[in-house]
T-cell receptor, first 114, second 111 residues
Framework: ETGVTQSPTHLIKTRGQQVTLRCSSQ?????VSWYQQALGQGPQFIFQ???????GRGNFPPRFSGLQFPNYSSELNVNALELDDSALYLC?????????????FGSGTRLTVV | DAKTTQPPSMDCAEGRAANLPCNHS???????VYWYRQIHSQGPQYIIH???NNETNEMASLIITEDRKSSTLILPHATLRDTAVYYC????????????FGPGTRLSVLP
């Protein structure tokens, strides 16, 4: 079975631009979560999607938005990029209604805002 | 804020057991203890989880104290590839909640 795949792996954007990051969940997983990890810190929860609807959100402004598609893949969109948005963005998927084996994380997208 | 406290860093000799402690004194009755690790430039990797009984899998063992206020992750024979940041997380097994990561413990396995 395939794991969680994220694209692109690296990205450089200019302050004020918009960016879309993509995630394909592990086969059979219908719940997807996004995390932001600044350098030297642990990942911080952005939001979660379950059956194409947002199902929980962390302390992030509305310019962070997302989508989940019928095949359970997901997108993270960030508008009006700020320098502090530079981070590793992680996608994680899980089995429905349970975390018997926890989340499976992708390798992330490294976003640099200049 | 994370509900766990871990030492910021630890060293371990290659081939020896690595014992990583975690304090979670405010853990609730329905919360599990999860351990993940993150090798440089990769996403976190699931290691093990447990509720109150000790657990073992092919990667590690998890020892949870009887009062559940602390736990220890044991890597029985550490290798250089076990060098990583290890995160201890407490969380209810509910898909509506999410992991709250602290800064973790940076384990360095030395040759």
């Amino acid at each position: 079975e395939t794991g969680v795949t994220q694209s692109p792996t690296h990205l450089i954007k200019t302050r004020g631009q918009q960016v879309t990051l993509r995630c394909s969940s592990q086969s059979g997983h219908n719940t997807v979560s996004w995390y932001q990890q600044a350098l030297g810190q642990g990942p911080q929860f952005i939001f979660q999607y379950y059956r194409e609807e947002e199902n929980g959100r962390g302390n992030f402004p509305p310019r962070f938005s997302g989508l989940q598609f019928p095949n359970y893949s997901s997108e993270l969109n960030v508008n009006a990029l700020e320098l502090d948005d530079s981070a590793l963005y992680l996608c994680a998927s899980s089995f429905p209604r349970g975390l018997a084996y926890g989340y499976t994380f992708g390798s992330g997208t490294r976003l640099t805002v200049v | 804020d994370a509900k766990t406290t871990q030492p910021p860093s630890m060293d371990c000799a290659e081939g020896r057991a690595a014992n990583l402690p975690c304090n979670h004194s405010t853990i609730s009755g329905n919360e599990y203890v999860y351990w993940y690790r993150q090798i440089h430039s990769q996403g976190p990797q699931y290691i093990i989880h447990g509720l109150k009984n000790n657990e073992t899998n092919e990667m590690a063992s998890l020892i949870i104290t009887e009062d559940r206020k602390s736990s220890t992750l044991i890597l029985p024979h550490a290798t250089l590839r076990d060098t990583a940041v290890y995160y201890c997380i407490v969380k209810a097994q509910d898909y509506g909640q999410n992991f709250v990561f602290g800064p973790g413990t940076r384990l360095s396995v030395l040759p």
